[in-house]
């Protein structure tokens, strides 16, 4: 079984630039969560989608962050503008809700650094 | 707000049991009891959850007290290998995924 992909694995960018980030879930998996894990703190939980609704986007910077999963399957996060504080390792993960969203799998995440 | 309240860090020695304590004292009736570990530059993973009974898998077993304001995961013979930070996750009716800072384990060969 494939597990959660996501790309690109690092990226550097400037501050006021723009970056997306992109995760594909495992087959099946209608929910699918994107976190930021500043270094040395626990992953903080921005979006949760089921299929292509929004379950839970209450820590979502949304004047700057937004995510998008349109067809259900894959998903997309985009900062726009990026500032120095958003360094941080993005990580998305996905979960069956046919199984109680009882185990979610992870990424390997993506390393973003804004200099 | 994780909801859960953890020691920030543990020590053991290898192969030597481990228990890794989680205070939830506002936890409802229809929260479960989520465990995930995280290792060195890696995304998390599942551990093992419950409800109200103790549970048991191939990786640890999950003691949740009888009033399910705390639960304690159990490593039974700890490796070096189990070095990770482990978070305690309290999930409402499965959903709302939120990590706390975690208990950073040590495991001494």
């Known amino acids: 079984e494939a597990g959660v992909a996501q790309s690109p694995r690092y990226k550097i960018i400037e501050k006021r630039q723009s970056v997306a980030f992109w995760c594909n879930p495992i087959?099946?998996?209608?929910?699918l969560y994107w976190y930021q894990q500043i270094l040395g703190q626990g992953p903080k939980l921005l979006i949760q989608f089921q299929n292509n609704g929004v379950v839970d986007d209450s820590q979502l910077p949304k004047d700057r962050f937004s995510a998008e999963r349109l067809k259900g399957v894959d998903s997309t996060l985009k900062i726009q503008p990026a500032k120095l504080e958003d360094s941080a390792v993005y990580l998305c993960?996905?979960?069956?809700?046919?199984?109680?969203?009882?185990?979610?799998?992870f990424g390997q995440g993506t390393r973003l650094t804004v200099v | 707000d994780a909801k859960t309240t953890q020691p920030n860090s543990m020590e053991s020695n290898e192969e030597e049991p481990v228990h890794l304590p989680c205070n939830h004292s506002t936890i409802s009736g229809t929260d479960y009891i989520h465990w995930y570990r995280q290792l060195p530059s890696q995304g998390p993973e599942y551990v093992i959850h419950?409800?109200?009974s103790n549970v048991n898998n191939r990786m640890a077993s999950l003691a949740i007290a009888e009033d399910r304001k705390s639960s304690t995961l159990i490593l039974h013979r700890a490796t070096l290998r189990d070095a990770a930070v482990y978070y305690c996750?309290?999930?409402?009716?499965?959903?709302?995924?939120?990590f706390g800072a975690g208990t950073r384990l040590t495991v001494k060969p």
């Open positions: 993960a996905s979960s069956s809700p046919e199984t109680g969203n009882t185990e979610a799998f």
């Open positions: 419950g409800l109200t």
């Open positions: 087959s099946g998996h209608a929910t």
């Open positions: 996750i309290r999930m409402y009716n499965n959903n709302d995924m939120r």
